[in-house]
């Protein structure tokens, strides 16, 4: 049976259980709901929730686990010569056989023992298929009726079904602790693979990177060169273009729209900037490469300046543009968190308003400006998008904003696009710039977050 | 001051400061022009980027078409009469286009002139062709006269992308080619149509073939996982934080962990998917599923933020009254505070997923960056997504995609743009002041 199918049976089967809970309360004290200890629908929740969740965690685990028991027991019954294969030759094999069994294409010749395992692949599907329907199934009515049978005029089934359902909500709430978790194991076992191959130092402080790696150990550069500083310092040049355009922009945006700004035109402009950080980045990206990088080029070919036609300006100046409403939205929101009796001060000794802006308002906000603009910062050090697509490949170490770099997460993309081979540092170097990465952003977001917290605290 | 200020004019306060003021007010009249500049010049980019994508994208709704007459000939096609599809299908139909093309221009003769004729028709006119007549086989024997789409290379030139006054080795079309395009739009022969294939087809290689329907399924799917995921788990979250969760260290913990993973770079939530998701769970690489569950981890804080945002507006009056006629702390929440909060939940929801729907950089590094004719069918079924398809058309040479990516890109801002009015009609017509 088809997994859909089964679910969707399960759904029926969970709604029926509902019924029959609800209509059993109901019978035991012949429709006097009085005398229950919960309301009838309390019944029908809980022999719902024993007639799914159980069948549910069954099916999960099933799933998770079916894969694997059926290649080990496809392995135990491959000849002797076969099952002394090295790991991944073996994995191989079972791929083999796997697409064979689902009418694929194999890699090698099919010989007769790859068709008979593909042919006791196919059958173990088929068992451990129809095993799960009837053991999902059957778990599913025979706690429904469990469930059933168990009601009686005192069971407490309001507090059992919110009791399931607090349950629910905290492991709901740790999925967040989990996914932090995920990434930085993830991030963290694969960079320690490759600080194995590579050392750390070499890594950090080298300033030669070329990630390709000969096939033949006897080709010249056999050994590719991770030295990750050029990297850096390309996402560094990007990322102060960016903060050229985006900081005054933004800044001036927001003071003009919160301080000058009749109500009228604030709620016209303030959603048209919005729509700036709406615009997916990959379209921004497209825009850089073929519009604004040419258009720089040609700019520049017209000054008679030499500019690369990836130069780090382009990817930079549409980064920034990107990043105004960021900025913007930010400082909106800290400039009016300054109190109104600041301003009030500042006029009635006769300042100008551009006068008590830079004079008042900016000093009082500007720790709130700092952090926004250090998210600002973590976010274009992250951005990917406009950088694979305006960016080169090329790791120059330069501060020329009109020569060709390249960024951290160029590379991770580069280097993870297209096939991977977990036991080469190709691969794994992108897990190592993942971590520094992630271990960046979260620094930058941490100081930039306590530093807006612990400003607010003052007004507040 | 305020004493001396009237009457000795020439050394008070008030000269000093009426001498200065000139200067101040132009420096605020400055400081104002620099705000307006600032509005406007961002204001500026967005109608450039907006004007710029869709003038290079309009052309891209429509497509060149050429008339040709094709003679259906049996001996050609079916040579035994069987008329079984197996025949059928694996007929030359590249043969009846390739002569009825000869037809057109009787004076071509040499090998390699002929073969350059022949590309004046996209190779989808084959695939027309045979599902025609597989659809009628009554059509053998006969002549037709069908309109086939025409290559990109003339699609283009049709479009004026193509520049006639380029010296011949700068064009991509030589001026033969051309001339035999303009015999053909003399005879009216040549017409642009409303371009059905973008909206219905797949990828391909050949821009005139290409179309964004497989990614928008795609699309559609993997935002469909991301729903069913993000949305039960991030209310779900909001609701116990907000209601029952004590303050102790944990929830301190789980706070910050949102925090964090809300400014987390799109790209790290690729790297998580790739080695567990893939690597440890061996679940199908480039399938909606895989890219729906990274997608929904990504979207995961800005729900749980909206939504906890929604629960604190609610006013703690109801909750009070509820708990006052005896309701239990559960049913408080599930019947009084989560109805009245949950206009706000789906506002933040959808704003979440039309960032989802807009995200590239994860997807790339989970294999949905493939080459994928086929429209999926399945969320198990591999998939590229619209955001996807725009980088991969964007990374090909040919000229015709030019118009391809900027056409799919203003497909993918129309579906941002309802679902943030939709999101912003929501707030509008339910927000409730308390």
């Given at each position: 049976m088809q997994t859909s199918t089964l679910i969707l049976l399960l759904l029926t089967l969970t709604a029926i259980a509902y019924q029959f809970g609800k209509r059993r309360s109901l019978a035991i004290v012949s429709?006097?709901?009085?005398?229950?200890?919960?309301?009838?629908g309390y019944y029908g929740y809980l022999t719902a929730i024993w007639c799914s969740v159980p069948a549910l965690i069954i099916f999960g685990l099933w799933s998770a686990f079916e894969s694997t028991i059926i290649a080990h027991l496809i392995v135990s019954n491959l000849p002797e010569t076969l099952q002394s294969l090295s790991s991944s030759r073996l994995s191989l094999f079972i791929n083999d056989i796997k697409n064979l069994a689902n009418g694929g294409i194999t890699s090698g010749e099919v010989d007769a023992t790859i068709q008979s395992a593909a042919n006791h692949y196919n059958n173990l599907r088929q068992i451990s298929n129809a095993a799960l329907t009837v053991l999902v199934l059957g778990t599913a009515i025979g706690c429904a009726a469990f469930a059933v049978k168990n009601?009686?005029?005192?069971?407490?089934a309001r507090n059992e079904v919110e009791f399931s359902v607090k349950i629910f909500l905290i492991i709901s709430s740790t999925i967040a602790i989990f996914t932090t978790l995920g990434i930085v194991l993830s991030v963290l076992f694969e960079a320690i693979r490759f600080f194995k191959i590579v050392p750390i130092t070499e890594f950090l402080f080298s300033t030669e990177w070329s990630p390709q790696m000969a096939i033949?150990?006897?080709?010249?550069?056999?050994s590719g060169a991770f030295g990750s500083i050029p990297l850096f310092a390309g996402t560094l040049l990007i990322t102060v273009i960016a903060m050229c355009i985006a900081v005054p922009i933004g800044l001036m945006s927001a003071l003009y729209l919160t301080e000058y700004a009749s109500p009228k035109f604030r709620t016209v402009a303030k959603p048209l900037l919005e729509i700036l950080a709406g615009v997916p980045t990959v379209v921004y990206g497209f825009f850089a490469a073929l519009t604004v990088a040419p258009m720089i080029r040609d700019y520049g070919a017209f000054l008679g300046l030499d500019v690369?036609?990836?130069?780090a300006l382009a990817a930079g100046v549409v980064m920034g543009i990107m990043i105004i409403p960021f900025v913007s939205s930010l400082s909106d929101d800290v400039i009016n968190a300054v109190p109104q009796s600041l301003r009030d001060g500042a006029y009635g000794m006769g300042a100008t308003k551009s006068e008590t802006i830079r004079k008042v308002i900016i000093p009082a906000a500007l720790p709130g400006i700092v952090g926004g603009v250090l998210l600002a910062v973590s976010r274009a050090i992250g951005e990917t998008m406009i950088v694979v697509m305006a960016a080169g490949l090329a790791a120059n170490l330069t501060a020329n904003p009109l020569e060709t770099v390249t960024t951290v997460t160029v590379q991770i993309v580069t280097l993870l696009v297209g096939d991977q081979e977990f036991d080469s540092p190709k691969t794994l170097a992108a897990f190592a710039l993942g971590l520094i990465l992630f271990m960046i952003t979260l620094t930058l977001n941490f100081i930039a977050l306590h530093i807006v917290r612990k400003y607010r605290e003052q007004y507040d | 001051m305020s004493q001396s200020a009237p009457n000795a004019p020439n050394n008070s306060t008030a000269s000093r400061v009426q001498a200065g003021l000139k200067k101040r007010y132009a420096q605020e009249r400055r400081f104002r022009f620099y705000g307006v500049l600032a509005i406007t010049l961002s204001l500026l980019f967005l109608s450039f980027l907006f004007f710029n994508i869709s003038s290079k994208g309009y052309t891209a709704f429509q497509q060149t078409f050429i008339q040709i007459d094709v003679h259906f000939d049996e001996n050609k096609i079916d040579p035994d009469g069987t008329r079984d599809s197996e025949t059928l299908s694996s007929a030359n139909y590249g043969g009846l286009i390739k002569s009825s093309l000869r037809s057109i221009f009787?004076?071509?003769?040499?090998r390699k002139d002929k073969k350059k004729l022949y590309?004046?028709?996209?190779?989808g006119a084959t695939f027309q062709l045979r599902e025609m007549v597989m659809n009628n086989?009554?059509?053998?024997g006969t002549t037709a006269r069908i309109w086939v789409p025409a290559d990109d290379d003339y699609d283009m030139l049709m479009k004026g992308h193509?520049?006639?006054?380029?010296?011949e080795n700068e064009r991509r079309l030589k001026d033969q080619d051309i001339a035999w395009f303009d015999h053909l739009i003399e005879s009216n022969a040549v017409e642009k149509r409303f371009n059905l294939t973008f909206f219905t087809a797949g990828d391909s290689r050949e821009p005139e073939l290409a179309g964004i329907w497989g990614a928008l399924v795609g699309s559609l799917l993997t935002l469909f996982i991301t729903l069913i995921i993000c949305f039960p788990l991030g209310v779900a979250t909001a609701v116990y934080l907000e209601e029952?969760?004590?303050?102790n260290r944990w929830t301190d913990l789980i706070e910050v962990n949102i925090n964090n993973l809300a400014a987390v770079p799109s790209i790290i939530f690729g790297l998580l998917g790739l080695a567990?998701?893939?690597?440890?769970?061996?679940?199908?690489?480039?399938a909606p599923i895989l890219g729906g569950l990274v997608l929904a981890l990504m979207t995961l804080p800005t729900i749980i933020i909206a939504s906890r945002t929604a629960l604190k507006s609610v006013p703690p009056s109801i909750r009070q009254a509820s708990l006052g006629i005896g309701a239990s702390k559960m049913q408080t929440v599930m019947f009084h505070v989560l109805p009245l909060a949950m206009p706000g939940m789906l506002t933040g929801t959808i704003i979440g997923m039309a960032q989802a729907l807009g995200e590239t950089a994860p997807l790339l590094m989970i294999g949905m960056v493939a080459f994928i004719v086929d429209i999926p069918?399945?969320?198990?079924?591999p998939a590229t997504v619209l955001p996807v398809q725009i980088f991969l058309w964007a990374d090909s040479?040919?000229?015709a995609f030019v118009e391809k990516t900027s056409a799919a890109i203003m497909v993918l801002l129309a579906f941002l743009i309802a679902m943030n009015s939709l999101a912003i009609f929501l707030r509008k017509r339910f927000e409730k002041r308390w």
């Open positions: 429709g006097k709901v009085k005398k229950l200890h919960s309301l009838p009601i009686s005029k005192e069971k407490r033949r150990a006897d080709q010249v550069g056999s690369s036609s990836e130069s | 009787p004076d071509v003769k040499k590309k004046l028709l996209s190779p086989p009554d059509l053998i193509i520049d006639r006054t380029l010296p029952f969760a004590p303050q567990i998701f893939i690597n440890v769970f061996h679940l199908p690489r480039s069918a399945g969320v198990t079924d040479p040919e000229r």
